[in-house]
């Protein structure tokens, strides 16, 4: 995946496009940039499916879904565009990588937060 900075000087944006990675990878199979999901089901809410990243730090886990919120009861915004790409976008909408990273996806593309 290519990474970039976007602008020049203070202000400038870490960005790397992402890549859909096959339904139901494992995670030995995923990159840093690359998205998936995870299903054994229909996608809605009584189903067992999650989207899995792996962020541009090379971290990998598994969003926070309507039927599996985080610790404060939160869930991630995934809304899938007809090029199967994916967007994760703010406000209150970013992913944070147990590694630090701290961004978001906009049509696949991982934009680092300001």
Same mark, same amino acid.
């Given at each position: 995946?290519?990474? /970039?900075? @976007?602008? @020049?000087? !203070?202000?400038?944006?870490? +960005?790397?496009?992402?890549?859909?990675?096959?339904?139901? @990878?494992?995670?030995? &199979?995923?990159?840093?940039?690359?998205?998936? +999901?995870?299903?054994?089901? !229909? !996608?809605?809410?009584?189903?067992?499916?999650?989207?899995?990243?792996? /962020?541009?730090?090379?971290?990998?886990?598994? +969003?926070?879904?309507?039927?599996?919120?985080?610790?404060?009861?939160?869930?991630?915004?995934? &809304?899938?565009? !007809?090029?199967? /790409?994916?967007?994760?976008?703010?406000?209150?909408?970013?992913?944070? @990588?147990?590694?630090?990273?701290?961004?978001? +996806?906009?049509?696949? =593309?991982? =934009? &680092?937060? &300001?």
């Amino acid at each position: 995946m290519a990474a /970039t900075k @976007s602008g @020049s000087g !203070e202000g400038s944006r870490f +960005l790397m496009q992402g890549r859909r990675a096959p339904d139901d @990878s494992s995670i030995s &199979e995923l990159y840093p940039g690359d998205y998936c +999901l995870w299903t054994s089901g !229909e !996608e809605n809410d009584n189903a067992p499916w999650q989207w899995v990243v792996c /962020t541009p730090d090379g971290r990998t886990f598994g +969003l926070a879904m309507p039927h599996m919120p985080d610790k404060n009861g939160q869930h991630h915004r995934v &809304e899938v565009h !007809e090029d199967r /790409t994916i967007s994760v976008m703010p406000p209150g909408n970013s992913i944070l @990588s147990p590694g630090g990273w701290h961004g978001y +996806l906009d049509h696949g =593309v991982w =934009v &680092e937060a &300001e």
